[in-house]
T-cell receptor, first 116, second 121 residues
């Protein structure tokens, strides 16, 4: 089974509008972390935001917020006031603590295109 | 600024030659680094975990003799693609976890290098 599922291969959004990128995950580990990364066309992976499984509040970082619904096992990324520079691939990733696996498991990604 | 440096960013080589890619943590010591491979329009696939002072841990299906990993110091890991062939052409990207991010292991953030685009002719 897929550990991380991103069901939107591509998304379009108008500049200055908000957009939600979906991510669902599958784990039986009670302790885990969820991450979102941005990958522009240059290829570099840029860390955006983190949510821990025990965090009571949704994470926020500037224009990025994470809509964490633990019971549904979803961790959607919300980008507010989209900018042209937000056009990129976005990856959701997870680390499970009890497995001892320190590497991240990535979803298939969503390509976001911001239109002027 | 970047906390993980990867070099070279782009390399073209002839089939049969070996290519070395370097990954450096710039302002912290990384006992563990990770090597990923990414095909066009695909996700990142973990190839191996590089451990300072010991052997790398390879993912299932990754050829150890093909992709040699050396983590000789706390700030440097290298990936050598030996006897490269056109099917090895890909985007290779490394990452390292910055220590001290938090008490919970889950919170340790992985920082990535800029990646290396390998083309084997």
């Amino acid at each position: 089974a897929q550990k991380i599922t991103q069901t939107q291969p591509g998304m379009f959004v108008q500049e200055k509008e908000a957009v939600t990128l979906d991510c669902t995950y599958d784990t039986s580990d009670p302790s885990y972390g969820l991450f979102w990364y941005k990958q522009p066309s240059s290829g570099e992976m840029i860390f955006l935001i983190y949510q821990g499984s025990y965090d009571q509040q949704n994470a926020t970082e500037g224009r990025y917020s994470l809509n964490f619904q633990k019971a549904r096992k979803s961790a959607n990324l919300v980008i507010s006031a989209s900018q042209l520079g937000d056009s990129a691939m976005y990856f959701c990733a997870m680390r499970e603590v009890d497995t001892g696996r320190r590497a991240l498991t990535f979803g298939s990604g969503t390509r976001l295109q911001v239109q002027p | 600024g970047a906390v993980v440096s990867q070099h070279p960013s782009w390399v073209i080589c002839k089939s049969g030659t070996s290519v070395k890619i370097e990954c450096r943590s710039l302002d912290f010591q990384a006992t563990t680094m990770f090597w990923y491979r990414q095909f066009p329009k695909k996700s990142l696939m973990l190839m191996a975990t590089s451990n300072e002072g010991s052997k790398a841990t390879y993912e299932q299906g990754v050829e150890k003799d093909k992709f040699l990993i050396n983590h000789a110091s706390l700030t440097l890991s290298t990936l050598t693609v030996t006897s490269a062939h056109p099917e090895d052409s890909s985007f290779y990207i490394c990452s390292a976890t910055r220590p001290g991010q938090g008490a919970l292991q889950a919170k340790n953030i992985q920082y990535f290098g800029a990646g290396t685009r390998l083309s084997v002719l």
